[in-house]
């Protein structure tokens, strides 16, 4: 079957679903090819925390109405070093906050809405392949589930939304492509209780046996992390392992972590990565397909959401004045925001971690970092500047 589309959209995490609506909004067509099952996308456990960019645009799209329900509306972040506590109030230092709402949330209601809206969102496609991207036709072919026919997408532009191990990335051509690589010698073993909320905002806690982090997901379930090593085995780790080191690694006076039955667990490893240019002719990479950042600084989703504004924005341009200028410089504009993220993940990532054999001056130094977050107004709104909003892009050039 053969099919003609203005933008074939390759992946529908963030990325892909965000493109997909911000194209609508200006009545540019597109189909999304997703690998997997609506079921499955929408229960994938990740991350949580939605910039203040994020949430205004998610608004202003219409998007917001359960995140504004349900999500959680943070002023700030706690630093904990060793049962030491200091708030970085984001309101007071940089006057925006950070709404806590878990990705397959964002997910769920950005597939429902498309789909109210006509779609197209395929799942459960298999043989995703690209062709001719550095011409003017470039094309998508796979297979459709329940068909064993070939289905074909003519269209303008590709979208690569298909994350780190999705085929968009290697149809830019080696010799022409740079990747950068970061990998940390540990992971987060993260956790999904049942229990209610321990803490109003975040804690990011520095401790000498390791960090760890207490987030939240709603009133009844809480998300929590612990450092581990990055080949830890997820089954060394007993539900009562687990409680005894979060309870020591966030112990404060005054404060105690509320526990409660684990009902998920699992360990991902800790990765920086940025690819080198994002766009290759007709291409275009967005979010986890061209950058990683380890979760520390809380900037993926955001990033996704980023990168598919300054694209929707070229893509606009291009149909409705024939300007090629603003998809041109796609690659430079997103990686200028891209090295600023990797920057603030990596410095959160090194600030807040304890390192295998880390030297004791080492150990100190990370010690005086975080003193200075907490002595210094400036570090302390450096600090809150980034986590909040990272986003270039004004909210009204993509409306
Ligand atoms: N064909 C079709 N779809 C694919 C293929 C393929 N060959 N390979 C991967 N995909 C899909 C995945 O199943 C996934 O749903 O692409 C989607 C990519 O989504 P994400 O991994 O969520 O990436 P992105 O949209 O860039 O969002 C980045 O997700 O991983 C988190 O921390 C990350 O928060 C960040 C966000
Ligand atoms: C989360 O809630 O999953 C979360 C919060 C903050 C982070 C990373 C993950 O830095």
């Known amino acids: 079957m053969r099919v003609r589309t203005q933008v074939a959209i390759i992946g529908a995490g963030p990325a892909g679903l965000m493109l997909s609506h911000l194209l609508h909004r200006h009545g540019i067509e597109s189909v999304v090819l ?25 608004t202003a799209l219409d998007l917001g109405a359960r995140m ?37 949330e964002v997910i769920k209601d950005l597939v429902a809405a498309r789909m109210a809206q006509g779609g197209p969102i395929l799942f459960e496609v298999a043989d995703v392949a690209l062709h001719d991207v550095d011409s003017h036709h470039p094309r998508v072919t796979c297979r459709v589930a329940g068909s064993d026919e070939v289905y074909e997408l003519e269209c303008d532009f590709i979208a690569g939304c298909d994350g780190y191990h999705g085929p968009s990335r290697q149809h830019i051509p080696a010799s022409a492509r740079n990747e950068y690589h970061k990998v940390y010698p540990y992971g987060w073993l993260g956790i999904l209780a049942e229990a209610p909320p321990s803490s109003p905002i975040l804690i990011y806690s520095h401790h000498a046996g390791g960090f760890a982090l207490v987030s939240t997901r709603s009133p009844e379930i809480q998300r929590l992390y612990l450092q581990v090593d990055r080949d830890e085995d997820i089954r060394n780790w007993s539900d009562d392992r687990i409680w005894t080191e979060l309870h020591r690694r966030t112990a404060a006076d005054g404060w105690r972590l509320i526990d409660g039955p684990i009902i998920q667990k699992s360990i991902v490893g800790m990765r920086s990565f940025v690819c080198d240019p994002m766009q290759y002719g007709r291409l275009f990479l967005a979010g986890d397909a061209a950058h990683i950042v380890p979760p520390t600084g ?33 690659s430079a504009t997103c990686l200028d925001r891209v090295w600023r993220a990797e920057r603030f993940s990596w410095y959160m990532t090194m600030m807040l971690h304890r390192h295998p054999n880390q030297a004791e001056f080492d150990y100190r130094i990370q010690l ?7 002595h210094s107004r400036h570090a302390a709104a450096a600090l809150a500047e980034c986590y909040t909003d990272l986003s270039t892009e004004p909210l009204e050039s993509v409306l």
């Open 34 to 58: 997703e690998c997997r099952s609506r079921e499955e996308i929408e229960g994938t456990i990740r991350a949580g925390v939605l910039e203040f960019g994020t949430t205004r645009l998610m």
């Open 368 to 374: 005086a970092e975080l003193a200075h977050v907490m």
């Open 68 to 104: 504004e329900r349900e999500g959680h509306v943070h002023d700030g972040i706690e630093l904990r070093v060793n049962g030491r506590r200091f708030k970085v109030d984001f309101q007071e230092l940089v006057g925006k906050t950070i709404t806590v709402y878990a990705q397959h």
């Open 298 to 330: 809380a900037k993926g989703l955001n990033l996704a959401v980023g990168d598919v504004q300054v694209l929707a924005r070229g893509i606009v341009a291009y149909y409705r004045e024939g300007r090629t200028d603003l998809l041109a410089s796609y």
